[in-house]
């Protein structure tokens, strides 16, 4: 049937149904790097269960030759592994498209679809004679359907070979097992399908200045160049592969090579509220400290969060969110904790908040945390999600400018005190509302006692109304300061366009790609992504000057935009929800369907 | 803040570094007259000023309670850190995990400690966070004006009259079963105990606790309350009494002759048990958790440095940290630069 349907090159998507903990993931990952390799636009997805072994998992990819690689929720071709799954699976391939399954065993009459081509390989029976071990013949399964789609999708074999012996290299009975099962698909498809399919690749030269890294490393790795020294943290999906890889990276950077010390502390706490106090500790010592956590611990560093902000305690907190409230869903994706960390914290509490929407930028944002916490001494979060921060992107490759130094902002040195007739914590304040402070131990004119019940601007204790607003009142001025200094929205405009759209974080690739798609349909709209909070006058110039403004979001609630309504000045009327929030990353058809439909509803 | 006077008389003795004791008080006391805290304070003065560190490498830290207070009153020019309620031993993990050069000192008391604070307190004795960590412990929630704490022990009564009926969280035992490497009870009237004690604590490579029973006059000194200064004094029972011999003091102080046991400290000072019950030895923590079992049962309370083990690794070494303290590794060292970027993004392709 495929061979009278056109021929579509790097443009399509794919999804593996799979049951979690049969080691699908590396199978997945292989085929992923492998087109990455081939020089073109991908991404891949893994829409996992919060679960080890045994329920279903999914991991699409979406190969785009125009670089469009937000999540789509079509799919040409479903690589249906999962038994259990195959109903919902089936159902979900475009008509016209393919699915590829086990035959080892015939799919029940009930599942089979006329407008679909069924691809039968008898993946188990192949492996089952190719390998005696029970746990082999599951894990070679996979690489045998990966075998089998470098035959339907022609992914280039050279490049699989050299990724096998990049990986398993060292053990050779795992790199001779998984090639043969590579094999093994590979050849059954080539004799028996019809191959390639109508949807393959080619060669490409469009990723060769980036890299294939997930937010979670690439958050770590900025810490790690940021100077950090003291981490403190407490396991929590999806934020415990922050601490993991910066654990290994400073296993790799940070250890005196001949006594073994290392130049960092790594602190698994208790809980949250332990790794937050922890982070403080070592920040009111003068180190740079960070923890990573999700919602729930945000929920629990509430209180000392709120510590740090009246006491101008710097602190770096990574927010990798996920799914709630409560528990919610661990392992899915939002954008949900934006009002909770703007606010965290009882009293009037306002924080510093930076938006990455990819692994480049949670790279350069986590190091922007530290010298924004340590210049305006007070708690910075940056906001990453589940589908940044534990999804690889093909991201631009991270650069360093070795002339970067830390802003440790205010700090006084010895001979500064030294200088001093005396030492008053929170006195005189520079432009930003900010003052100097003294570390400890650092000199005996120093010596303050640091304190989170109310004090008046110079460092006592106090309980009289107007000492105590003089302090809370700088305190504001101080974070509305930081608005110039948190990176500046992106804006891209369109000529003749009417409609605002703001958006932040993950939403990013299908906003782009919606905004584009909707162009092309004649209704161009200005689009805003917003990269940190406070937010600057530019915002609320957006805002304004557009007729309407859609802020598209990753939660039930609209959170940015009542964070949008209560920071500027801008009539609410204006701004108008369009939100995503079942737990998977935004698709492009969300954001043109979305707006199409209120523009039309409007229009008619 | 109240101002204390500032004149000094002439004759007061200064230690090596030129300090008077007073140069180690703080600020004037807010807590009731006749406090217990108060007298912890004191003694707290005068273990810094004997052991002459330099004030302003020393880090005060504290919770909230009226204990949580007292770090005011004492060395005021110490850093110091009044924090939340029950967080201090977090605070001071990650204090101490950036500048290991400091000398830390917690100040908290029974809410704190074994209440809201109790997996904190529990945890950093697990890391053996080097700091000395006192729990002003009097049974009560002063500050909210007399709630039992979880160191009441069963009948103890309330001002009110009415009885506490929960099993109580003893410190010590909690502290012995959780591998604590210092533990000792002592109680706030006895200056001289509790002096050497403090001393001892402070040089301790690890975590030293003391638990000091520290009646509240206020809600807590009646009859029927076990944590009054009545009770206490009746039923404190100096199993073993300490002499802490710091290491630049000339041990010239006369070896008690019923010393039966000294332990070398990490900074070369030596803790000397005497006067110890002859089946006692603070370094067997079985034998010690199986006596103190025994007297409490009696309803005993005894006192003294009750465990001690020099050998076990604290926290930096427990994490392998560099011997510099952190905040002073310079920035060049932490960087791995731009070519190592380059390098590790091979990796990432």
Redesign the interface.
């Given at each position: 049937m495929h061979q009278e349907q056109q021929v579509r090159i790097n443009d399509f998507a794919l999804k593996l149904a799979n049951v979690n903990g049969t080691g699908s993931a590396s199978a997945n990952g292989l085929l992923m790097q492998a087109i990455f390799r081939m020089g073109i636009p991908v991404s891949g997805k893994n829409l996992f269960p919060s679960n080890i072994q045994g329920l279903p998992t999914w991991y699409e990819v979406r190969v785009n030759k125009s670089g469009n690689t937000a999540r789509a929720i079509e799919y040409d071709l479903m690589v249906a592994m999962n038994a259990e799954t195959h109903a919902r699976d089936i159902k979900e391939v475009k008509s016209g498209g393919w699915v590829l399954y086990d035959s080892s065993w015939p799919l029940p009459n009930s599942l089979l679809r006329p407008d679909v081509t069924f691809l039968g390989v008898p993946l188990a029976k192949l492996c089952n004679e190719a390998f005696a071990e029970p746990r082999e013949r599951i894990l070679m399964k996979n690489i045998a359907y990966a075998g089998v789609l470098c035959a339907l999708l022609d992914i280039d074999m050279k490049v699989i070979d050299q990724l096998l012996l990049e990986k398993y290299g060292k053990k050779k009975a795992l790199q001779d097992s998984n090639h043969k099962a590579l094999r093994l698909g590979y050849d059954f498809a080539v004799e028996n399908l019809d191959c390639p399919l109508p949807i393959r690749l080619q060669q490409m030269d469009a990723t060769g200045a980036h890299i294939l890294i997930d937010g979670n490393t690439a958050t770590a790795l900025g810490c790690l160049y940021a100077g950090a020294t003291v981490a403190a943290w407490y396991p929590i999906t999806p934020a415990t592969s922050v601490m993991d890889a910066f654990k290994s990276l400073t296993d790799k950077f940070r250890k005196d090579p001949e006594t073994g010390k290392k130049n960092v502390c790594i602190l698994q706490a208790e809980d949250e509220l332990a790794a937050i106090g922890m982070v403080i500790g070592a920040a009111w010592n003068g180190a740079r400290a960070f923890t990573s956590t999700a919602g729930p611990g945000i929920s629990l560093m509430g209180e000392l969060i709120g510590l740090a902000y009246y006491a101008e305690i710097p602190a770096v907190i990574i927010d990798v969110q996920r799914t709630g409230p409560s528990t919610g869903m661990p392992t899915r994706t939002q954008q949900g904790d934006i009002l909770s960390c703007a606010y965290a914290s009882h009293g009037d509490t306002k924080h510093i908040l930076l938006f990455p929407s990819n692994p480049n930028e949670c790279f350069h944002f986590s190091v922007k945390a530290f010298d924004l916490a340590e210049k305006f001494q007070t708690p910075v979060m940056m906001l990453s999600d589940l589908d940044i921060g534990m999804n690889d992107w093909v991201t631009p490759k991270l650069v360093w400018d070795d002339g970067y130094r830390p802003d440790r902002g205010r700090v006084l040195s010895a001979e500064d005190l030294e200088k001093l007739e005396k030492f008053y914590r929170y006195s005189p304040a520079d432009e930003n509302h900010v003052a100097a402070r003294s570390l400890p131990g650092v000199h005996a004119k120093g010596a303050f006692f640091t304190r989170g019940s109310g004090h008046n601007k110079l460092g006592g204790y106090t309980e009289i109304p107007d000492e105590y607003q003089e302090v809370v009142d700088r305190l504001a001025a101080k974070h509305k300061a930081a608005a110039r200094f948190v990176p500046a929205p992106i804006i891209q405009i369109k000529e003749g366009a009417k409609i605002g759209v703001v958006s932040l974080g993950g939403c990013d690739p299908a906003v782009r790609e919606g905004v584009e798609l909707l162009a092309g349909q004649g209704i161009p709209c200005d689009y805003m992504r917003l990269r940190g909070f406070p937010f600057d006058t530019v915002v609320e110039d957006f805002l304004n000057g557009h007729d309407q403004n859609f802020i598209i979001e990753q939660n039930r609630d609209g959170q940015l935009r009542t964070l949008l309504v209560a920071e500027t000045g801008v009539a609410k009327e204006k701004l108008k929800s369009l939100l995503v929030y079942g737990g998977f990353p935004l698709s492009a058809r969300h954001v043109v369907d979305g707006i199409t439909e209120r523009v039309k509803g409007a229009a008619s | 803040?109240t101002k204390k006077p500032t004149v000094v008389h002439p004759s007061l003795k200064k230690n090596a570094l030129g300090l008077t004791i007073r140069d180690y008080e703080g600020s004037m006391s807010t807590l009731c007259a006749g406090c217990g805290h108060d007298s912890v304070t004191a003694a707290i003065v005068r273990a810094f000023w004997e052991l002459e560190t330099?004030?302003?490498?020393i880090?005060k830290?504290s919770g909230i309670g009226c204990s949580s207070k007292t770090?005011?009153y004492f060395v005021?020019?110490?850093?110091?850190?009044?924090?939340?309620h029950g967080?201090m031993?977090?605070?001071?993990?990650?204090?101490?995990?950036?500048?290991k050069?400091?000398t830390y000192i917690g100040i908290s008391g029974d809410g704190d400690s074994l209440s809201i604070g109790l997996?904190?307190m529990?945890?950093a004795i697990r890391?053996n966070l080097n700091m000395l960590y006192v729990i002003e412990n009097n049974g009560v929630y002063g500050l909210t004006k007399g709630q039992f704490s979880a160191s009441a022990d069963v009948g103890s009564k309330s001002k009110k009259g009415e009885a506490n009926r929960q099993s109580p969280i003893d410190p010590v035992m909690l502290a012995l079963t959780l591998g604590a490497t210092f533990v000792a009870r002592s109680f706030s009237g006895d200056k001289t105990q509790l002096v050497p004690l403090l001393r001892a604590g402070l040089a301790h490579k690890g975590f030293a606790l003391i638990d000091v029973i520290s009646p509240c006059v206020t809600f807590n000194d009646h009859e029927g309350s076990t944590k009054s200064y009545r009770y206490t004094r009746e039923k404190n029972v100096a199993v073993v009494e300490t002499d802490f011999v710091p290491l630049r003091r000339e041990i010239s102080a006369e070896i008690a002759p019923d010393a039966v046991t000294s332990v070398t400290m990490h900074d070369g000072s030596v803790v000397r048990f005497t006067k110890v019950a002859p089946d006692y030895d603070p370094k067997d923590r079985q034998g010690v958790l199986g006596y103190l079992h025994e007297r409490q049962s009696k309803g005993e309370v005894p006192t003294g440095l009750l465990y001690l083990d020099t050998s076990a690794p604290e926290m930096?070494e427990l994490?392998?940290?560099?011997?510099v303290p952190?905040?002073k590794?310079p920035?060049e060292?932490?960087?791995?630069?731009?070519a190592?970027?380059e390098k590790?993004?091979q990796a990432?392709?």
């Open positions: - | 803040m330099p004030p302003h490498l880090a830290l770090p005011t005021s020019g110490a850093h110091g850190f009044n924090s939340a967080r031993p977090a605070i001071a993990t990650g204090a101490a995990a950036a500048n050069e400091l997996g904190q529990c945890h890391r930096h994490s392998g940290t560099t011997e952190l905040t590794v920035y060292k932490l960087c791995p630069g731009s190592a970027l590790l993004q990432f392709r």
